[in-house]
């Protein structure tokens, strides 16, 4: 209502109040068949306003179902990520009854995602985790927590991506393509990609070419100490070869740790240390919630050193790696734990889908843009246009706008209102017509459909938010 969005505006509080009032009159008319849904297409007001609703809920000692889902996530693999980015984090949670994942894709393109989401958490078995007597941030806000700054690492940086280049035969120039770096033999130069990885880690092997200027190297420790007068090149060393002292790189070094091995005197040594930055793993079944479990422990002791979130995976398809690796990190982001992700997969995927992976979970997120952003609805019986072709047709011309959001919806009932995250809108209002928007102003009616992509692009322009893509 107009009352609820003056007082609270577009927020989680508005949209669980705006609950409250129907729910209200429900019981007063004692029904009860009820099923909550607190949907949004922004992951971080959507997972917020859950959470919210059922905190509200158990103030009033009320138990009612929750729908879970991210409206309008999109086509792709963006769809699937920004899916289980909201609704994996309250699956971990333990909330949600039933859930949807909206695709601008065939219907039946949709089950399989919601199903695999589900099923991962039957098969899984207690693994416990020390409880928590209180959490030392805000589940109903992101913001993201305060870490000291190790190079580019933590603090005001955006989090960073890893890359996984351990398990190549050999390490060459063309082994960084696929991660955002292209070297361009003509120039003697490296040109970086907007989704260019921070570091890569390489195990054991060594470099023996030019790096691009960056990039970080990171190598295991015994092999990093051939290579310590390297620029650029950094050690992971194990918790129990930092605590015994060996030698560590005077600027940056990745101690690679499990919860297990947090300790007082752990914590007391990287506390004080700063050149620290911790690459989190985990082998717990609940390997979200354990890693959570040891931020809060940094947090509550008061230690701000920086974390890279680290997850290996394997013997799964490359669809479950998009959502579980999704929900993983993605969970933990949208609650500001994070300052870098690290993606293992084993023979699962290529480097290019990976890189693509480790950057879509940053953008689904928002701690890190990288592209252009589309909410767009799935097709229901009221779309006036062809929702999958125009969405591939807009993406064709506008995939290289970084951090602009356009949302394409197929009809005038929800559009509006679900788009109203967008900087620019193109919604079907009758057959062949679209109406633009920017932001939630209508700006321009009945535009004739086969001239709409080139009158969405003059509106970006005019607004100055166009740039010319590198292609041309």
Request: charged share 25%.
């Amino acid at each position: 209502s107009d009352r609820i969005l003056n007082r609270y505006g577009d927020t989680p509080e508005g949209m669980v109040e705006s609950a409250f009032e129907f729910l209200r009159i429900c019981r007063d008319e004692d029904y009860h068949e009820i099923v909550l849904s607190m949907k949004a297409s922004n992951t971080q007001v959507m997972v917020q306003a859950y959470r919210l609703l059922v905190h509200r809920m158990m103030q009033e000692g009320w138990d009612y179902p929750l729908h879970l889902g991210v409206t309008e996530a999109g086509d792709g693999e963006d769809g699937r990520i920004k899916s289980a980015v909201g609704i994996g984090a309250l699956l971990e949670d333990g909330l949600g009854d039933t859930i949807r994942v909206s695709l601008t894709e065939e219907p039946e393109a949709e089950i399989p995602v919601a199903r695999a989401l589900a099923d991962r958490y039957t098969a899984r078995q207690g693994d416990p985790i020390p409880e928590i007597d209180e959490l030392p941030y805000d589940p109903f806000a992101h913001e993201r927590r305060h870490t000291r700054e190790v190079l580019n690492i933590g603090a005001r940086h955006v989090p960073v991506v890893m890359a996984d280049l351990s398990g190549k035969e050999k390490i060459t120039p063309a082994s960084l393509f696929s991660w955002g770096y292209a070297y361009s033999v003509p120039l003697d130069k490296w040109n970086l990609a907007d989704q260019a990885c921070d570091y890569a880690f390489i195990g054991k092997h060594r470099i023996d070419f030019e790096i691009p200027g960056t990039l970080g190297i990171v190598q295991e420790h015994a092999t990093w100490l051939l290579d310590r007068d390297k620029e650029r090149h950094y050690p992971q060393v194990s918790a129990k070869d930092y605590r015994s002292g060996v030698e560590l790189h005077p600027r940056l070094n990745f101690v690679h740790c499990t919860l297990k091995d947090v300790d007082a005197a752990f914590l007391a040594q990287v506390k004080n240390d700063p050149t620290a930055v911790l690459l989190l793993d985990t082998w717990n079944d609940h390997g979200m919630a354990e890693q959570r479990r040891l931020i809060i422990e940094l947090m509550q002791q008061d230690c701000d050193v920086p974390v890279i979130l680290g997850r290996a995976y394997g013997d799964i398809s490359e669809e479950q790696l998009q959502l579980f690796s999704a929900t993983d990190l993605g969970a933990l982001l949208l609650d500001g734990l994070g300052d870098g992700i690290f993606i293992a997969p084993e023979g699962v995927g290529s480097d290019a889908s990976a890189n693509r992976l480790a950057f879509g979970i940053l953008q689904a997120t928002r701690t890190r843009i990288s592209k252009t952003e589309y909410i767009s609805c799935p097709s229901c019986g009221r779309t006036l246009f062809d929702l999958q072709e125009t969405t591939a047709k807009i993406r064709a011309r506008t995939s290289h706008l970084k951090g602009v959001k356009i949302g394409i919806m197929g009809c005038i009932v929800n559009g509006p209102g679900e788009m109203a995250d967008a900087d620019f809108g193109y919604v079907g209002t009758g057959p062949g017509v679209i109406t633009l928007y920017r932001e939630k102003e209508v700006v321009k009616r009945n535009v004739p459909s086969a001239q709409a992509v080139n009158e969405l692009i003059a509106l970006i322009k005019e607004h100055g938010m166009w740039v010319e893509s590198v292609e041309g």
